[in-house]
């Protein structure tokens, strides 16, 4: 009896002297084969206020992960220290945890040359073809990526005195704060589109677009956009007329793209082999609500314009070719205007309407 109380003391003296160190000192330190990287991230460029951040460690010989460390957005100048063992990396960071920005999706995780930002798809488009790839708009992802990043014995060593506050070696505490400091940037472009339409009075509120043409998702090795195409479906409203005539005027909106296919994002050419089209949809004012569509090839019509933030805003301003035709309205004769908004959630779409 005497026996098992002394054995079952002393197990209990190493459970509360391992519970002391915790306290003391980070989980991370645990490991004295690692060294203790400090990371420390500035969102002003990009103009968010990530909620998490997620860091990406990659061999550089073989492009595989190594380390996945998450940690949660802070104002200090070092957020974190995550373990590392030697070796040289390409080092990826970009805002929140995989999988928790709106809209966007992070495949191929597991190696840095199929790492992906894609748009989520989208179950809830109007269907206008068989092999249109529907997807949401991406909401904000902005990255950084740092090539070289040697982590070496002697930084292992020293990133433990370094921690501790006892390190002075000015030249090795620069090396270890490579990471610290790091100005991410968009990835995500803002897509301004203004169309012209004449015969606006005879459409109901609001038209169907689907933007075709566009990239599915972005590289992060490569720092572009695949050229794997998407559609983007979106209602255009915002109904500005000409004149008091109430006939003729412009219809906008805003939306969040990765943009062109297999362009990087401060490119300025647009893409010529595979052109980005408009495919609108109107539903006219009359009794029979006939639909009128009409696609417009506007890639030389798109102006790019460079933003601090990293992205670039699409400015788009298309005359439709054809104008709507004229309709008696429905009812008492109301113009087009003063017609009910069209929910198109609940208006059956016929499959390629022309």
């Known amino acids: 009896m005497k026996s098992s109380c002394i054995k079952y003391n002393t197990m209990a003296f190493s459970v509360l002297l391992m519970l002391f160190s915790c306290e003391r000192r980070p989980l991370e330190e645990m490991c004295e084969d690692n060294a203790l990287i400090p990371i420390g991230t500035v969102w002003t460029l990009a103009d968010i206020e990530p909620q998490n951040i997620t860091a990406l460690f990659y061999n550089q010989d073989n492009g ?10 802070t104002p200090n100048r070092i957020q974190t220290y995550a373990s590392v063992p030697a070796g040289k990396y390409t080092v990826v960071i970009f805002n929140e945890l995989r999988g928790q920005i709106e809209g966007v999706g992070i495949r191929g995780h597991e190696n840095l040359s199929t790492l992906e930002a894609y748009a989520a798809p989208d179950p809830n488009f109007k269907n206008r073809s068989d092999d249109n790839a529907y997807v949401y708009d991406p909401d904000i992802l902005a990255s950084v990526v740092v090539h070289d990043f040697d982590v070496t014995d002697e930084m292992i060593s020293y990133s433990h005195l370094y921690y501790d506050g006892k390190a002075v070696n000015q030249s090795m505490k620069e090396s270890l704060e490579t990471l610290v400091g790091l100005e991410p940037l968009r990835k995500v472009h803002r897509f301004n589109i203004v169309v012209h339409v004449k015969g606006l009075n005879n459409a109901r509120m609001p038209a169907l677009v689907d933007l075709l043409g566009i990239a599915e998702s972005y590289n992060f090795r490569d720092d572009k956009n695949t050229r794997t195409p998407a559609v ?55 009794a029979e609500r006939t639909l009128v569509r009409q696609i417009v090839d506007v890639t030389s019509s798109i102006q790019l314009q460079s ?18 035709p004229e309709v008696v309205p429905e009812g008492s004769g109301n113009s087009g205007f003063e017609t009910e908004v069209i929910d198109w959630d609940v208006i059956e779409v016929p499959l390629n309407a022309k």
Request: charged share 30%; glycine share 4%; proline share 6%.
């Open 64 to 73: 595989k992960l190594v380390l996945e460390h998450r940690f949660e957005n």
């Open 232 to 286: 983007q479906q979106f209602t255009m409203n915002n109904r500005t007329y000409d004149d008091d005539l109430k006939k003729d005027g412009t219809i906008s909106e805003t939306i969040y793209t990765w943009g062109f296919l297999g362009e990087k994002p401060d490119e300025a050419n647009v893409q010529r082999d595979s052109p980005v089209k408009m495919d609108f949809l109107f539903m006219l004012v009359d």
């Open 307 to 324: 933003e601090p933030h990293g992205a670039t805003t699409l400015n788009l301003y298309v005359e439709l070719p054809e104008p709507l």
